[in-house]
Nanobody
Framework: QVQLVESGGGPVQAGGSLRLSCAAS????????TGWFRQAPGKERAFVAA????????TYADSVKGRFTISRDNARNTVTLQIDSLTPEETAVYYC????????????????????WGQGTQVTVSS
């Protein structure tokens, strides 16, 4: 069982940046692929970015490519999402999720592929 806790959200102005963290406990995160998703008010949860368990593979939603960067520090059991150039439309609750334990070094985009979820961290972007 993996417990995930997100942090780093908050209010930010359009064009600003935030650094979201996902801290894992209970298992070594090195055996788990991890992803970030977001859910805006009134909308379905959407994929943002994902990283393989060893960090060798990453994938991003088209809308965030070039602005968001996912990375991981398995020694610290954390996955980080650097988000830059935010727009008000990206106001949402951001969730991290993990899948595993795995041998595969794939990154996954579908939320149905993930086993464990955090409670989310609110990002509010003002214009």
């Amino acid at each position: 069982q993996v417990q995930l806790v997100e942090s780093g959200g908050g209010p930010v102005q359009a064009g600003g940046s935030l650094r979201l963290s996902c801290a894992a406990s209970g298992r070594a995160l090195s055996m788990y692929a991890t992803g970030w998703f977001r859910q805006a008010p009134g909308k379905e949860r959407a994929f943002v970015a994902a990283i393989s368990r060893n960090g060798g593979s990453t994938t991003y939603a088209d809308s965030v490519k070039g602005r968001f960067t996912i990375s991981r520090d398995n020694a610290r059991n954390t996955v980080t999402l650097q988000i830059d150039s935010l727009t008000p439309e990206e106001t949402a609750v951001y969730y991290c999720a993990s899948r595993g334990p795995l041998i595969s070094t794939s990154a996954y985009q579908r939320d149905s592929e993930y086993d464990y979820w955090g409670q989310g961290t609110q990002v509010t972007v003002s214009s």
